[in-house]
């Protein structure tokens, strides 16, 4: 009857926890896809659209750079007296002038407007990959957060149910009480890793919102598998190779050091006098009408003024280009160095701390807590089963989500086109199968 009594009691206290545990820990119901999410944020972030205006601002500057200089047009209306009145007349003429640049000026100038623009769409494009690895990568810290938030909730209710259990046998002798102190000061330490986990859910979730334009509270529920990246060659040389061609922070240096030459050229043309050229037409009435017409020509006389100032900037602001391209080159080298041996090192450890570790650790876990409800296994073996659980999925969702972080800044250093190019390798790999 003792027995009986006792099995009842587990399953009233088993179905009693998992009752109160959809009105405790409500999770999101709404369906979202981590490439879908990423598309919004691309659509809707603010500081997108600062960038997108710096384009179409450098746009508006290379077509007002493009066109050219407005005409003149002088009028000239008076009157002439001379001490012979019968030659008194009216005075009047005009002049058209339209201003030219010396050859060379114009095309120079539009030259450096286009690298304006050039720049200014590397920036927006560099921003942009940022703004979706930033995304991808709060998604993923989210997904793992929750599987630790749903670990340490169920670790924490099991132990609950547990400490029911245990309050509701007869209580004989002191080995109740001790194991109930042991399970009580237990459930301190779990319910601090459950305290740290939900701080860890909510905090990726209020950026993800925040990236998202919503309230920090919005509930997202990410569908995707979580695994790890997928790369299929990642060799220094192919890394390498991919960075010095589509690194957007090396474009953007070699776009300014393309400026600076060009502005070098333009300083040595500066001091070219620049003319004005244009009919006119003049009359003077009086006893007899008299009239002119001819062509007009004006320029500035390059004596004094002759821009070598100019053209000692232009030289060292291109130097200053070249060395910063130099510097970014090595700083590139360094960045595909560090970044490939933490991956190396990251990956090496997630192959030893995996998902099939952390399910088999699940499964222990499990089974600790009905051996220990028979009475089986004592009370530590039973708190050290659930804390290496709870230690293991930490350790593997730490070193999931620093794999996916050294991924995506691999794939920043090249532009956006090391995953890509891997998922292109890969589905052709597929279709070749097929």
């Known amino acids: 009857m003792k027995v009986i009594r006792y099995i009842v009691i587990y399953f009233i206290v088993v179905g009693c926890s998992l009752a109160e545990e959809p009105q405790r820990y409500s999770m999101p119901t709404e369906p979202f896809v981590i490439q879908d999410l990423v598309s919004e944020v691309l659509d809707t972030h603010p500081e997108l659209l ?16 493009g066109a050219w200089s407005n005409p003149n047009v002088s009028v000239q209306v008076g009157y002439r007296e001379l001490e012979e009145r019968e030659r008194d007349g009216l005075v009047y003429g005009f002049n058209f002038m339209q201003p030219f640049e010396f050859p060379g000026k114009g095309s120079l100038r ?37 599987e630790k938030v749903r670990a340490a909730r169920m670790v924490s209710i099991r132990s609950e149910g547990v400490m029911r259990l245990i309050k509701a046998r007869p209580q004989k002798g002191a080995r109740p009480l001790i194991e109930l102190r042991i399970l009580e000061a237990g459930q301190i330490r779990i319910h601090e890793e459950a305290k ?34 997928e790369i299929a060659d990642l060799s220094k040389e192919r890394v390498t190779q991919l960075a010095h061609r589509h690194n957007l922070t090396f474009q953007l240096y070699e776009a300014e050091l393309e400026k600076a030459k060009l502005s070098t050229d333009a300083a040595e043309l500066e001091a070219m006098p620049d003319f004005s050229f244009g009919p006119f037409f003049s009359r003077e009435e009086g006893a007899e009408q008299e009239w002119s017409a001819g062509v007009r020509v004006e320029m500035e006389l390059p004596l004094w003024k002759r821009g070598r100032g100019r053209v000692v900037s232009a030289l060292a602001s291109e130097s200053i280009a070249r060395s910063q391209m130099a510097l ?15 991956y190396e090192l990251t990956e090496k450890h997630y192959r030893e701390v995996n998902e099939h ?13 009905r051996q220990y409800r028979q009475g089986a296994i004592d009370v530590r073996l039973y708190l050290e089963s659930q804390k290496a659980y709870l230690e293991t999925l930490e350790i593997y969702t730490e070193t ?7 991924a995506l800044d691999i794939e920043l250093i090249t532009g956006g086109e090391l995953i890509a190019h891997s998922r292109k390798e890969s589905s052709h790999g597929e279709q070749s199968k097929h």
């Open 357 to 369: 570790m952390v399910s088999r650790m699940a499964d222990a876990a499990a089974l600790a807590d």
């Open 110 to 146: 539009k030259a450096i407007l286009d690298q304006d623009v050039y720049q200014a769409n590397l920036a927006l494009k560099q921003f942009r990959l940022a703004l979706s690895g930033r995304a991808r990568q709060l998604a993923r810290r989210y997904q793992l957060a929750s």
């Open 50 to 65: 600062i960038y997108q205006d710096r384009v179409k601002r450098e746009k508006g500057e290379r077509m007002e750079g």
């Open 328 to 342: 970014a080159r090595i700083e590139m080298d360094r960045q595909i160095f560090e970044r490939l041996l933490h």
């Open 400 to 406: 999931l989500g620093a794999l996916w972080d050294v």
């Open 196 to 229: 740290h986990a939900e701080y860890e859910y909510r905090e990726a979730q209020a950026d993800l919102n925040a990236l998202l334009g919503r309230q920090p509270e919005h509930p997202i529920d990410l569908s995707d598998t979580i695994k790890a990246p």
